[in-house]
Every structure is written in C-alpha cells, then in structure tokens.
C-alpha cells in the first residue's frame, strides 16, 4: 500500500516538474519573440502574443508555435 501510495506522489511530482519545464520552454520562446526578458514579460505581453501566435495559425499553420484547437476557442 505504501509503494502504490509513494508511486502516486511521485507521479504527480514529475507531472508538474514537466509542466514547470514546458511552461518555461513556452516564456523563453515569448521572450524571445517579444525582444524582452522573461523577467520583462507580464500578463498583457503574454496575451498580446498568444492572440498574434492564433493569427499566425490561422494564416500559416506552420508559422505558429502551438498547435490550435478553434472548435472550442472563442475570442
């Protein structure tokens, strides 16, 4: 019972070091798109690139960083 139950912790830590990790991979590549530091980076910065990534996507859907889902999207 005490393994499956220290599985499970360490389970869920690896899956938000993951989320850590992909979330800062995502802030670096803000940044960098942004020409500022992550440090530099606020909320509305992050909007503004999330609405421009979106853009990109529907013009050329290799140009954009993420991958989309429009079905359930609504701006």
Avoid at 1 to 28: D, E, F, G, P
Avoid at 30 to 55: M, P
């Amino acid at each position: 019972m005490h393994v499956l139950k220290n599985y499970r912790i360490v389970s869920i830590i690896l899956r938000v070091c993951v989320l850590q990790i992909s979330s800062l991979n995502l802030l670096r590549v803000i940044s960098e798109q942004e020409g500022c530091t992550i440090e530099e980076l606020n909320a509305g910065r992050v909007c503004d690139w999330f609405l421009k990534d979106k853009l990109k996507r529907e013009q050329n859907i290799e140009s954009a960083v993420l991958q989309w889902d429009d079905s359930e999207l609504q701006f």
